[in-house]
């Protein structure tokens, strides 16, 4: 239960980082992270929200005091913002790449977010979901091989199913993996392109005088 909380927790302060937001633009925006699949709840969000609030990592603004006298009687709204803490906090969320970030609560969240994330910690949660997901499939073959005889033909077909979707996924990750490893690469020729040219330009400069 609490990876779940950590989950919804890390997705909030992650799209309070980039603007405040009010709860119902909030929850919508969350249901794009999660995915359509992860439907949220407003029973499950308020009480994500005044926890981070209860700890300083958010602020929640009532503006309800801007609207026209005539509109005062409507449903106040809260517009939730990060506190300092709240931003270091988040960008500490980031920056690890542990076990947790790559199993399948909170991946997909963590992906969501990788254009805050550095580099290195961005391959490490690629190749650590890879590795995960390559020992899942080893485990369903063998578990295939000796039960197949015993499965009708749905059952197997639904194996089938379940192994494509997970070898797809790899796939997919191999992809990402080999193009954050270019751009690695890419960085690295340029940064020692650049140092020595102005190790060359420095050397020339001295021989001048």
């Known amino acids: ?90 960008h500490e969320a980031l920056s690890t790449s542990g076990p947790a970030a790559w199993e399948d609560e909170s991946f997909d969240v963590r992906f969501a977010f990788f254009g805050q994330t550095d580099a290195e910690t961005r391959i490490r949660i690629l190749e650590g979901r890879r590795s995960r997901l390559n020992e899942r499939l080893e485990t369903v073959r063998e578990s295939n091989s000796r039960t197949r005889e015993r499965l009708d033909e749905y059952t197997l077909e639904l194996q089938r199913h379940g192994l494509e979707q997970v070898e797809q996924e790899v796939r997919w990750l191999d992809g990402l993996i080999n193009t954050e490893r270019d751009r690695r690469r890419a960085r690295d020729v340029g940064g020692s392109s650049r140092s020595s040219d102005h190790s060359g330009n420095s050397s020339s400069a001295q021989d001048s005088e």
């Open 1 to 90: 239960m609490r990876s779940k909380s950590s989950v919804l927790e890390t997705a909030i302060l992650g799209l309070l980082n980039d603007s405040p937001l009010h709860g119902y633009e909030l929850r919508k925006r969350l249901n794009l992270v999660l995915g359509s699949f992860r439907a949220l709840s407003y029973g499950s969000l308020y009480p994500a929200l005044k926890s981070l609030e209860a700890r300083g990592l958010i602020a929640g603004r009532d503006t309800s005091e801007a609207l026209p006298h005539a509109l005062s009687g409507k449903r106040a709204r809260i517009v939730y913002e990060l506190t300092a803490d709240g931003k270091d906090y988040f």
